[in-house]
């Protein structure tokens, strides 16, 4: 996870939709491998870590800037971690999501849908 989180820090400025996808789907996949670890998937540090991250994913919803599937790769991840209710900045997505799967709703896939509902 930190090596996702100083790739972001170093390169994420010149993240289009496709590249804040790919980040987020493998956040999951290496969270969900490195979870066990000791529970740290919930802490203020790794919160903190991650806060551009999830800022820029936010910006990115607001501003229309991400296709249906970063979307839906953004929120299954979050989801998926049990990232939900957990305050900031996981909720820069949460809020910034529905507005955002509602303006490109008839642009989903099927899988899409799934992962966002």
């Known amino acids: 996870i930190q ?7 170093k390169h994420g400025s010149t993240f289009d939709s496709e590249a804040v ?16 670890a000791g529970g740290w998937l919930r802490t203020a540090e ?12 936010g910006r990115m ?3 229309h800037e991400l296709c249906p599937r970063a979307i839906a790769s953004a929120v299954h991840a979050l989801s998926a971690l049990d ?3 957990r305050g900031e900045p996981w ?3 949460w809020h910034s999501a529905p507005p955002a799967v509602l303006r490109r709703l008839d642009d989903f896939s ?8």
Do not use: S
């Open 3 to 9: 090596h996702i989180i100083r790739f972001h820090a």
């Open 21 to 36: 996808g790919t980040m987020w789907y493998v956040f999951r996949r290496r969270a969900n491998l490195e979870k066990h």
């Open 46 to 57: 790794l919160a903190e870590a991650a806060r551009p991250m999830c800022v820029q994913t």
């Open 61 to 63: 919803l607001r501003d």
């Open 83 to 85: 990232l939900t209710g």
């Open 91 to 93: 909720d820069d997505v």
């Open 110 to 117: 099927d899988q899409e849908l799934a992962k966002v509902a």
